[in-house]
Every structure is written in C-alpha cells, then in structure tokens.
C-alpha cells in the first residue's frame, strides 16, 4: 500500500470511496458522488488542508483529509474525514492513514490532532493513541 496526497484528479476516486464507507452500518448513509465531491473540496480548500490517500493494486481504498485550526498558542490539525472502501475495512488501512498523517504533523510542527467521531469508532482511536477530551460536540437542527 502506497499513501501518498490527494490532488485534484483524485478527488472522483475519493469521492467514490467516501460513498462506499458510509453506505453501511453504523451510518446507512446515501452519499451520492456530486455530493461526496462537495464535502471533500470543502474540506481541501481549507486553511493548510491536506488529504492522504491509500493506494494499491485496486486504487484508491482509504482517505483521511482535514486542516489546520489555529489557536492561541498552539495549531491544532481538524481530522474532518477518515474513511475506508467498505469491502476493506478492517485491513489495518485508517490505521496506516492515521501513522502517515502523524508523519506529517511532526514534519509539520503541530501537536495536536483533533477529531469528532461516533461512539462506535472509539475503540479503533483508542487502539490508535488518540484520547477522549473534555469538549462535548453539541448541535441543533435549525427547521
């Protein structure tokens, strides 16, 4: 497996991988491409954004994509996506995704990386070194 950053002509691809990951359980989600391309385009065009792929013999099976958050002594990283083809999760592929981003960060000079998941991923980014914080996400449906 190759993992590499993500450019322009890749973005379809992803966007095909991110439909695929939140197709089935715990999310059931109807991402469609149009859709999957926006959210990650949104995301890239961040401040000092950046997207990681995972490449092998089938193409692109993984991403994980966010941007840098500034703050008032420190920058933190804003891991907005983390996501594996359905048919590979399970293969060590968000695992490899999270080390490589790690890489980054270091070269980088940030310190902290920070993500907002579901209850059912904790287990996998506890097994990976990141940890429950304090912050609770709230959120309110405008109608």
Do not use: C, H
């Not at 097994?127 to 996400?137: A, C, F, P, R, S």
């Amino acid at each position: 497996m190759i993992i590499n950053e993500i450019t322009d002509m890749d973005i379809v691809e992803v966007s095909d991988v991110l439909v695929s990951a939140y197709k089935d359980e715990p999310w059931n989600e109807n991402w469609t491409r149009e859709r999957a391309m926006i959210r990650i385009k949104a995301i890239l065009y961040n401040y000092q954004a950046i997207g990681l792929k995972a490449n092998d013999e089938e193409g692109i099976v993984g991403a994980i994509l966010g941007f840098v958050d500034p703050y008032s002594n420190e920058d933190f990283f804003y891991v907005s996506e983390l996501f594996v083809k359905s048919e590979r999760k399970g293969q060590g592929i968000g695992t490899a995704l999270l080390n490589a981003l790690d890489k980054y960060l270091k070269v980088s000079n940030i310190q902290v990386m920070q993500l907002t998941s579901i209850q059912d991923n904790l287990k996998f980014y506890k097994q990976n070194g990141l940890k429950k914080d304090i912050v609770d996400v709230l959120y309110k449906k405008i109608n």
